[in-house]
């Protein structure tokens, strides 16, 4: 009899728990699910049943037509692209190299530097715009990828550096000191023992780097707004402005936005999260 | 952080440690800590057009906080951003503690598909999240209105982003729907760290899993709260994204959704008749530093702190 009523309590405490949980979810989804049926609709279907399924009916890619038609779209895309994987490649590279350095050698002012590299965790790098913009016109870079390349890699190294610190905490001593008793280089040691051994933190930090850069507005508008070099954000952000009646092309051109990050999200969330748990941020 | 401090000696290998920091920091130092401190000293000069620049002292901050036309705008732009931040500690971090306590309980069935999914609009841009809001909110279209008809709440449907005075808290809100994954997740991996045997003890004397929670798991995960709740501070004051994408860099109606942020956009490019002004920009860039470093060094100093000697 008691542990029928302890059971029934667990039911309808689960039941709660999943309304919830539930209700929250679609309270997130629902309107980027929104957005996606509707770019596959015409005209007529958008307006006369917003909330219903593209059906024979109401099926029509003239949204994505128009979009593919009236802008560069693939340009913008690939200007993405390569901006983020570039900026990825960089800073995985000098940020795990800096942070072998500060948790392995014992250097006067290691902790020191360590905290100034740590500075641009907290302090937006927006604010510094101003004279970005003055030296981005120096170096003769406006209007390039590679000036967005130089602001991200600036923006992502600190955090990625104290993650890939902390991280390198945890590599075991006798790794390396069988390696140093074999002889072999320092460099040969950072890159043949060490670099494999933190990958499972490379991807944490790959996509704590990536997101801001691919959905960043501000410095593709300050440095790089025109002669085709915007960016995906920028792209949909002026195409929107000039086709702001178009609701076909204005829900199509977001919906091209949005599913190439949810597909790269949905692979990599559980490294995500499994960075954050393992204790690679604190 | 129990771990053991650098353990090689870098005479041992001077030019590999050099090779190793030099990349990193001239990068860092050049694009990120040069052009901050340089901001700094250009919110000391003037840049007439086509003049040499000239030294003024505090003239351009007399300016901004002193004239009265620039002044109501920068206090209007600070307190709307106090606004804007206000909404986002007042609900996107509650909602996201309880989420990541929910989503901690023992036993939970589809506990990783509900976090991937509620964590899925934080990965978008916040350019996109502005105009999916902006379409669903639109009386054109009239889905919002179809959503509200669901509840029998239709008569409370208004143009809220069109009105000066609900424009700020949609737009809190819609940034808060995007963002209670940061709460989120932060939370929900300092409540995982958190030791079973801790909350076993108190579940066999009988608390329920909620008071667990209120008592025992959320004292503990204090630190990651503060440091959320920084996160937001210096999030929100740097914000302009999406007030630019969904009412432009004018910030409407009648700049009652102008925040810091776009503020500086403004100052920094100008607008329409208004002709931008680097020294002025980099004088409100100034400013936004000052209050960032502020709340970061309240949090250093005054909760952090107290905090620690709470965990001992």
Known sequence: MMTKNIRREDMSRAVIVHAILLTYTLVALYPIFLVIINAFKSRKGIFSAPMSLPNAETFSLEGFTKVLARSNFELFFFNSFTVTVVTIVIVLLLASMAAWALSEYKFPGNTWLALYLAVGIMVPIRLGSVSILNLIVELGLINTLTALILVYVAQGLPLAIFILTEFMHQIPKDLKEAARCDGVGEFKIFFAVILPLIRPAVATVAVFTMIPIWNDLWFPLILAPGDGKQTITLGIQQFIGQYVTDWNAVLASLSLAIIPILILYLIFSRQLIRGLTSGAVK | ?312
């Open chain 2, 1 to 312: 952080m129990a771990h053991s401090g650098p353990m090689t000696d870098w005479r041992k290998a001077k030019l590999p440690v050099f090779a190793f920091l030099a990349p990193a920091t001239i990068i860092y130092t050049l694009f990120m800590i040069y052009p901050l401190i340089d901001s700094i000293r250009l919110s000391f000069y003037t840049t007439p057009s086509g003049g040499e620049m000239a030294f003024v002292g505090f003239d351009n901050y007399r300016t901004i906080l002193g004239d009265p036309d620039w002044s109501a705008t920068f206090w209007n732009s600070f307190w709307n951003n106090m606004k804007f931040f206000a909404v986002h500690m007042l609900v996107q971090n509650p909602i996201g503690i309880a989420l990541a306590g929910i989503l901690s309980l023992p036993q939970l069935r589809f506990r990783n598909t509900y976090r991937t999914m509620m964590i899925m609009p934080t990965m978008l841009s916040v350019v996109i999240v502005g105009f999916i809001w902006q379409l669903i909110l639109s009386p054109v279209w009239g889905v919002g209105v179809d959503i509200l008809d669901i509840f029998g709440l239709k008569s409370l449907f208004g143009p809220w982003l069109g009105k000066e005075g609900s424009a700020l808290i949609t737009l809190s809100f819609i940034s808060v729907w995007q963002w209670v994954g940061i709460p989120l997740m932060l939370i929900y991996a300092a409540l995982l760290a958190i030791p079973d045997d801790l909350v076993d003890a108190a579940i066999v004397d009988g608390a329920t899993h909620f008071e667990v929670f209120l008592h025992i798991k959320l004292p503990l995960v204090l630190p990651t709260v503060a440091m959320v709740s920084i996160l937001t501070f210096v999030g929100n004051f740097n914000a302009f994204d999406l007030i630019y994408a969904v009412k432009g860099a004018l910030a409407g109606p009648n700049f009652s959704t102008d925040i810091m942020g776009t503020l500086f956009y403004r100052t920094f490019f100008g607008y329409q008749l208004q002709l931008g002004d680097p020294s002025l920009g980099a004088t409100v860039a100034s400013l936004m530093f000052l209050i960032i470093l502020a709340g970061v060094l309240f949090y250093l100093f005054a909760v952090q702190r107290r905090l620690a000697r709470y965990q001992l």
